[in-house]
């Protein structure tokens, strides 16, 4: 059996499917399983049609269309929706209570394509391509160019570019925002778009709390939330590893901040889960030598997921 990346496949020996990321070689392919890309061998999957894909192992986060100016998605998205078994239609979705203006071109070879030119109103979509999923991986990188409120302001473009591995692009399965369907989703006006997939670590702080640590630099709270909604606005588009490094990112900085300050003290609320984020911390605090003292916070204040750290006098 032949197959190509973008094919839906189930494993034979396992209640698992996944999507085809890489051709390794003629006998072995690269298959992601949600978030992760494992090497499978050929006669181990069998194709499924895409529907199928979706009924039994897609986990779709819903998201819920709130009004943006109470500070919740307001974000423009790029989506790509699974027409058929071959193909895809891109979609532009202006989540934002402005209207903008769209300049997508594709470039390929130093030779620019344009393929759309236009407003989109607030909280409206545009399909603005269709594409082979066949062709994967000769796909042009993808460019936006996005003006906000162009007939009343004059203001910086929003400048984009995607140009997405296999292994990254399948990850993305999500529901659309406006749109209501399911599709693989980056985010246009934001840093979680593969391009920038290395700086979501840099956890970005609000405007507010970056002038306040220009002007008088201030110690952390005693107690750090590492719960990712507590720490993102827009956690549920993020895959696994994008939290897992916003929650990294914030608690060095604490860590770091913590010890800047003096502090003799802090307790991170890490939650227990599959324990994945508490041992990333404990390896982290072993190596650091200002640490004199590591153990679990009082039960009964916070239950099983927290981690009291105690600095070196």
Avoid: C
């Avoid at 006998?27 to 050929?42: A, H, K, R, W």
């Avoid at 998205?77 to 769209?102: C, D, G, M, P, W």
């Avoid at 956690?235 to 590893?241: D, E, G, I, S």
Wanted: aromatic share 12%; glycine share 4%; proline share 3%.
């Amino acid at each position: 059996m032949k197959f190509s990346i973008g094919d839906k496949v189930r494993f034979v020996n396992e209640n698992m499917n996944g999507i085809v990321s890489a051709i390794i070689d003629s006998n072995n392919l690269g298959v992601t399983v949600d978030d992760f890309e494992i090497p499978v061998l050929v006669n181990q999957v069998v194709k499924i049609a895409f529907e199928d894909y979706l009924k039994t192992e897609a986990k779709i986060t819903p998201v819920e269309v709130r009004i943006a100016d109470k500070g919740f998605d307001e974000n423009m998205y790029a989506s790509f929706v699974q027409i058929n078994e071959q193909q895809l239609e891109l979609y532009f979705v202006n989540h934002t209570k402005f209207r903008v203006f769209v300049n997508y071109f594709t470039l390929h070879n130093a030779q620019i394509t344009s393929r759309f030119f236009q407003t989109i109103e607030p909280y409206d979509y545009k399909s603005i391509d269709k594409l082979e999923l066949a062709k994967f991986t000769s796909w042009e990188s993808f460019n936006f160019q996005v003006i906000t409120q162009p007939d009343v302001i004059v203001t910086s473009p929003v400048v984009k570019q995607l140009q997405i591995p296999a292994n990254k692009f399948f990850k993305h399965l999500r529901a659309t925002p406006i749109l209501n369907k399911q599709g693989y989703l980056f985010i246009i006006n934001g840093g979680l778009n593969e391009a920038d997939i290395k700086k979501i670590s840099n956890f970005e702080m609000s405007t507010e709390s970056r002038q306040e640590v220009i002007s008088d630099f201030k110690a952390p709270l005693q107690i750090i939330d590492l719960h990712i909604d507590k720490l993102h606005n827009n956690y549920t588009q993020l895959t696994k590893q994008e939290t897992f490094a916003v929650q990294i990112k914030y608690f060095e900085k604490n860590l770091e901040d913590g010890l800047a300050a003096g502090m003799k003290k802090i307790t991170f609320i890490h939650g227990v889960g599959n324990l994945k984020l508490k041992n990333e911390i404990l390896k982290l605090l072993k190596n650091n030598e200002h640490v004199k003292e590591i153990k679990d916070a009082p039960t009964h204040e916070f239950g099983y997921g927290a981690t009291d750290v105690t600095f070196q006098s």
